[in-house]
């Protein structure tokens, strides 16, 4: 018999019309008690429903029970937003009101780990007044979920979603800390680790008891042929610990998909139970007061038999599924994606309806390929052709996090100026792991494949720009330019558009801390390196301006000051200005009717930009608003050894 094709839409609304009367008699007692919310549910439902609607049944549909699966997340949404708190339910309304809050110049992000910088929770309250004095609007923290205690890679191997590891305090201190930050202008941010749970979580317990609905929520094969089959295609992530993505279990007598660690169990998506699970996980959270979720290690979400299994297409729709669903339940949450991948893979994650958010792992490696070439054309053909977002969105700018650093440019790009992206890279290796003759870096190797001698860098952000090295060897002069160029990078970060995040310990010229490998659970990574324990006598030394940390953190207060006092800076418009001197990173900057241009010399030695490019750009009668650049009377700038200058 003919049947018409599938109408979404029309299906759609027509589950909802049969699925309302049942969520209605399910929650009588609490729509009789909150009609508000439930009415406030309602609307946001029937606006999302088409899309979360379509986005599962492109997931699902060709599960038998596929409705059943749906008709549960539904009543798992509404019971969700019953729970969510009045506070919490004011946010939803004042973000959707101004959903482009985050795109405003006061905007600044700090990332810490919980125990290395305070303690635990407790603990990191009190620091509020330091974030405070430092303008923090956005806090990281670090994975503090229940792992295991041995290995679990900084947290991300989470035994329990729903539980805060003992040391650090409990569940009830994380929503009270998020309730107290929030109400001094700071948002929590925190990571959900979508791709895997630790061994330990209990779904893991329970599919090793045998559980059948338990074994599918992960990749558990009885032999080789299916990890052989996949594994043809896949890319190592950490050689150092296993060649390939399965691990073997004794227990089960299985092989484990593992993307990351062996102790860390993919999740497997192409079972909606799965979906729904983390759906509930994060609304959880949401409802303890988390703003913004890291979305970590999105490209890996799903695999598919022949691909490579990293961004397939229905790891954006699940992030949709998500991202719809939150506007249902909890609409004030954004997400931020973590894809450190090809820039070309990086941007199809970002857009208001997946990830509003997204680290910019391109700006990040150029920053530090800039400051080791000292030229900048790499870096301003990236910002020419790779920075725009679309609206609604921003980067998140930085130049540490708690991860190494990958050089994730396009060869494409290098290769238009002629230069081969493998050549450079190894060539960057060489460099930040002090290998390279002149190189001021202290950097370490992480995860060197063997068999391709490729790796990344870890290191601190001071001892990769070279003051590790400048005060154990080299002197003041050194150490000042080793200063400068933190000041340089950070500042650009600060600029650049989008909204710029603190690895903390950075704004205090933190060295790296070779202590880790005394510890058996840290020893074989060497990331490690660059999470040392936050000393509070060098914090206390930030006010001191003859001590280096002082001088460090006197930078980070002038540009944050700056940020915040130029309305300009908001946004994420950016366009590139070439200077006519490759050693000189030039832009401009425009929103609320402001522009201003900034200019950032990558060398250690003066540079001087041509009169004309100042009056092409309207700059002669311009203010130089911050940093020490010379105006000559010709019209020229000179711009000290890397110089960060702004004009406006
Ligand atoms: C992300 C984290 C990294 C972790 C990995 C596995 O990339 O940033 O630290 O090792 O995910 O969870
Ligand atoms: C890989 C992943 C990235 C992760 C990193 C951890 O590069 O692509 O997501 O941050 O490993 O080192």
Redesign the pocket.
Known sequence: MYTDPINLELEARRSLQRMLPRLEAQLAGQITTAPQIWADFRKRLEAQLPTLFALYHHLYARRYDFFYHFENLLQALAQAAFERSPDLRALDQEREARPDWFQSNQMVGGVCYVDLFAGNLAGLRNQIPYFKELGLTYLHLMPLFKMPAGENDGGYAVSSFREVDAPLGSMAELAGLAQELRAQGISLVLDLIINHTSNEHEWVQRARAGDPEYREIYGIFPDRTVPDAYGRHLRD?FPDEHPGAFTWDEGLQSWIWTTFHSYQWDLNYANPMVFNKMAAELLFLANQGIEIFRLD?V?FIWKELGTGCENLPEAHLILQGFNALTRIAAPAVLFKS????HPDDVVKYISPQECQLSYNPLLMALLWNTLATRNVNLLAQALASRFKLPPGTAWVNYVRCH??I?WTFADDDAARLNINGHDHRQFLNEFYRGRFPGSFARGLP??ENPRTRDC?ISGTCASLAGLEKALAEEGPAEVDLAIRRIALIYSLVMTAGGVPLIYLGDEIGTLNDYSYLDHPDHKRDS?WVHRPRASREQYARRSNPAEVAGRVYRHFQEVIALRKATAALSGGELEVIDAENEHVLCFSRTSHDQRVVIFANFTEVEQTIAPKILQQNHLLQKPMRHGSGRLGADGSLTLPPLAFVLLG
């Not at 973590?338 to 991948?341: G, K, L, N």
Request: aromatic share 8%; glycine share 8%; net charge negative.
């Open positions: 992530i290690a490209a973590e894809a450190i991948v991860d190494d990958g992480f995860q990344r990331r």
